[in-house]
């Protein structure tokens, strides 16, 4: 796991969800880091940029955000390409 890396894709996530002005949403298929490392990256982003995000655990992916704007984070390639179409921002990394 690149943890600075790891953060940088955090901050762009961030950044882009909220530049959408209040409907933003993101999506990343984490193909290097598993999601309970990246639990702790989001919990510390959370406190130390006080974005006042919440973080939803399910069995594949993370929700990470608040009211209409959100990210998805997941390791699993089939959830990933699953997803609407119409979401923003996608990383594949």
């Not at 399910?58 to 704007?69: F, H, L, R, S």
Request: with cysteine.
């Amino acid at each position: 796991m690149d943890t600075n890396l790891n953060k940088k894709v955090l901050d762009l996530i961030y950044s882009s969800i909220i530049s959408e002005g209040g409907d933003g949403d993101a999506i990343w298929l984490s193909k290097h880091t598993n999601l309970s490392e990246l639990k702790v990256l989001i919990d510390e982003y959370n406190t130390s940029n006080n974005t006042g995000w919440k973080v939803e655990e399910n069995e594949n992916y993370i929700n990470w955000g608040i009211d209409q704007e959100w990210a998805t984070i997941t390791c699993d390639e089939n959830f990933f390409n699953s997803q609407p179409s119409y979401i923003i921002l996608r990383i594949n990394y």
